[in-house]
Structures are given as C-alpha cells and as structure tokens.
C-alpha cells in the first residue's frame, strides 16, 4: 500500500485542531450549564436594597467621574432622594441621637399618626419607609393647600417660595411651623436640634417638580 506523505501530514495537523475545538466546545457547554445553574438559584428576597443618586447641586461636591452617576435634576425622585441623603446620607436603617427614624428621618409620633406602629419593622422595610415619605408629602401639601396657593413666587427672607421647598421645610420642622414662618414674614423661624431650619430647607430644596404629589387629608400608604 502506497501512502501520500502530505495527505498524512495533513490529517496529523488536522486531528489535533479537532480535538482542541471539542474541548473549547465543551467547556463553553459545561460554564453555560453553571451559569444557568447560578440565574436559576439567584434571589434578591429579604436583601435591603437601595441606592443614592446624586442630583446636579450635590454633583460637584463628589468624587465621582460624571459618567459615573445619573443626575436626577429637578424631579421628583431628584427631590425625595435629595431629603434622604441630607436627613440620613440615604440610609434607611439609621436612628439618630434624638429618636428620628430611617432614611427620611420620622418621629414615631409621625409614623403613628400615618398609621405605622410597628417601629421595628417600618426600619427594616424599606417599601413602607418609602410609603411613608410619599404619604407625609401628600398630607402636607393638603395642610399647606392654601399656604402654596399665596405664598408661592413670594420672596420672604431672601428666599424665594416655592411649593417643593414648603414641602421640605414641612418635612423638617411640620407644616405647622412652615404656616408660622410665612404668616409671620420669616421672623418666626423653628429649626432642628441640628440647627437646620424652615428658611435652610426652603432654599435648599427649591424648584423641584412636586406637581404629581396630590394633596390629601387621608393618604394611602401603599
């Protein structure tokens, strides 16, 4: 029998290419079936899981390259996270010196008169802590429905009113205070133990867009 040098030389440099793409075919299905294993099993049940995003005032106090973070701007999510990270740096599990509670920093008479009594567990649930935020702001806007509708546009220390910086100030010191301060011309200023007050949060939270927070005596909840 008469065999073709090249044609062996061909099928010797052949067979071990075949071999080497059978083994790359087979790890790929073996780490295919791993990470379908890995999805199947993965669960965010019970995690805490919230975020902070800057928005564009706070931007350039950060070390953050700018493809790096989204700006919220003036939104709503803008104006609810800016009054997170200011009360707590976002936190939802945080308690301070005085008894204020979560991200948003509630009192507990707060949260009882909104129906949650269960402390403990308002710390732990971040969709309540959540809730909580939305249903005060609602409330406050239904307090200060006619405050917003006169004083709004009307510059009173310095400081230019606007409707979500009534509600910030509302969230800070109660809408109560925010009444006395704009009836009063900004002579009757309360402040926090910290020393933030209604005419700082009037400032600090200007000209966000809380047009889709509706007022309401009764908020729901959830």
């Known amino acids: 029998m008469i065999y073709n040098f090249r044609t062996m030389k061909n099928k010797l440099f052949v067979f071990p290419i075949l071999l080497i793409v ?6 790929d299905f073996d780490a295919r079936n791993n990470e379908d294993r890995l999805i199947a099993t993965f669960s965010i ?15 350039s106090t950060t070390h ?6 989204i700006l919220l701007g003036k939104s709503y999510v803008g104006f609810k996270e800016a009054i997170g990270f200011k009360e707590s740096r976002g936190r939802y599990q945080t308690v301070n010196p005085y008894g204020y509670l979560g991200k948003y920093q ?5 949260l009882k008169m909104m129906g949650f009594n269960n402390i403990e567990n308002f710390l732990k ?6 809730a909580a935020f939305a249903a005060y702001v609602s409330f406050n806007k239904w307090v200060l429905r006619n405050d917003i ?11 230019e009113v606007t409707e979500s910086g009534l509600l910030a100030a509302a969230h800070l010191a109660g809408p ?10 900004g002579s009757r200023d309360a402040s926090d133990a910290n020393g933030a007050s209604v005419r700082y949060y009037l400032k600090k939270f200007s000209g966000y867009d809380t047009s889709r927070i509706p007022a309401s005596e009764k908020p729901q909840r959830f």
């Not at 205070?177 to 704009?182: A, I, R």
Request: proline share 3%; charged share 25%; aromatic share 10%.
């Open 64 to 69: 953050l390259l700018p493809r790096n973070y």
């Open 176 to 185: 109560g205070n925010v009444k006395k301060y704009l009836r009063s011309n």
């Open 22 to 27: 059978a083994i790359v075919i087979g790890i």
């Open 149 to 159: 509708d006169r004083f709004v546009g009307e510059t009173i220390g310095g400081v």
């Open 45 to 59: 049940e019970g995690k805490d899981l919230h975020y902070y995003v800057p928005n564009e005032a706070e931007s």
């Open 106 to 110: 509630f009192s507990e008479s707060t």
């Open 125 to 130: 649930n971040t969709k309540q802590q959540e």
